[in-house]
């Protein structure tokens, strides 16, 4: 199995961003739970970025977590945003002019109340999804389209750029990836100190390995892939040229996929469309409680025009 996910019939309800708010969360899955068993949805997608609170509620970053793990339904799937990719690459990604990064609340909960067990929610992030694709043409993924998966380079990739995009982000290796960093790193810090690391010295959140994979090809690669701000960072023309470009090489060894479905950014409508071939949600954070929406989309539905996707929106707490 890939990073990237067809699905080819069900219908699938999209969730994004719920940022620790438990009482979301809740009120999706039981939403969830109507709908299917009124055989109006057969699978939930829980769209990227479901840890970390926006500072307006208690963070139950964890207790979503351990109920995503113990409680586990092959028909929830939950797909990789940017914020679970900062503890995968442990990325200290500072909170604007704040000294507490995103991270390191959440990894000093599970140091602290789930001792040895940082591997157990590791594991958990590296499984999810980069995207899904339907045999209808929706993609639905976190952060929308982006440079390099679009034939954008805006920053150093190495020999990456000699690679299928497509093929590179389906086929991810987290682990091939981080190892190798973990040797660079323990190799460094060793020198530094003068002295060989304990064996363990990687089991816990180490910002050192986050910085070395900021720097490498790599890390601009995945970088671009995951953190970008769509159309605040490309303006135009150039953004539905990215938007263009993105659903071309998703369309890879399938239908052409003719719609996206994603979150990332905040938008206070609750929704909005962009050049007629996204469909941006908020679900949780970045959004009013009227306006929380998630999405419905037909799997095997061919839609002719974004307003298609749109009349399906579901409103979280109408």
């Excluded at 719920?18 to 057969?42: C, Q, S």
């Excluded at 351990?66 to 995968?88: A, Q, R, T, Y």
């Excluded at 998703?250 to 239908?255: A, L, Q, V």
Aim: glycine content about 6%.
């Amino acid at each position: 199995m890939g990073n990237i996910l067809d699905i080819d019939k069900g219908k699938i309800l999209v969730a994004t961003d719920i940022h620790g708010n438990w009482e979301d969360y809740v009120k999706i899955r039981e939403k969830y739970k109507t709908l299917k068993r009124n055989e109006k949805a057969d699978i939930l997608a829980y769209d990227g970025d479901i840890i970390h609170s926006d500072g307006k509620y208690e963070d139950k970053s964890l207790e979503i977590l351990d109920d995503l793990i113990d409680n586990p339904d092959k028909s929830i799937i939950p797909v990789l945003g940017n914020h679970e990719l900062m503890h995968i690459y442990h990325l200290e990604i500072k909170k604007g002019e704040m000294s507490t990064s995103f991270a390191e609340p959440l990894e000093i909960r599970i140091e602290q109340e789930r001792k040895n067990n940082r591997e157990k929610y590791i594991k958990f992030m590296k499984q999810m999804p980069y995207a899904i694709r339907t045999k209808g043409g929706v993609v639905i993924n976190h952060t929308g389209p982006n440079p390099p998966m679009a034939g954008f380079c805006r920053k150093e990739y190495g020999n990456l750029v000699k690679f299928d995009s497509f093929r590179l982000v389906n086929q991810l290796d987290h682990d091939k990836i981080l190892n190798p960093l973990k040797d660079t790193t323990r190799e460094l810090i060793e020198k530094d100190y003068g002295h060989k690391l304990a064996d363990n010295f990687f089991d816990d959140f180490s910002p050192q390995i986050g910085q070395i994979f900021s720097s490498s090809p790599i890390g601009n690669y995945l970088w671009d892939v995951f953190f970008n701000m769509n159309e605040f960072d490309f303006k135009g023309g150039m953004y539905n040229l990215m938007l263009d470009n993105f659903l071309k090489t998703m369309s890879n060894g399938n239908k052409k996929q003719e719609f996206l479905v994603s979150g990332h950014i905040w938008v206070p409508e609750g929704y909005k469309t962009i050049n007629a071939t996204q469909l941006r949600i908020c679900s949780s954070s970045g959004t009013s409680d009227s306006n929380k929406v998630l999405a419905l989309v037909d799997s095997s539905k061919e839609y002719v025009i974004i307003e298609g996707l749109v009349q399906d929106l579901q409103y979280l707490n109408h």
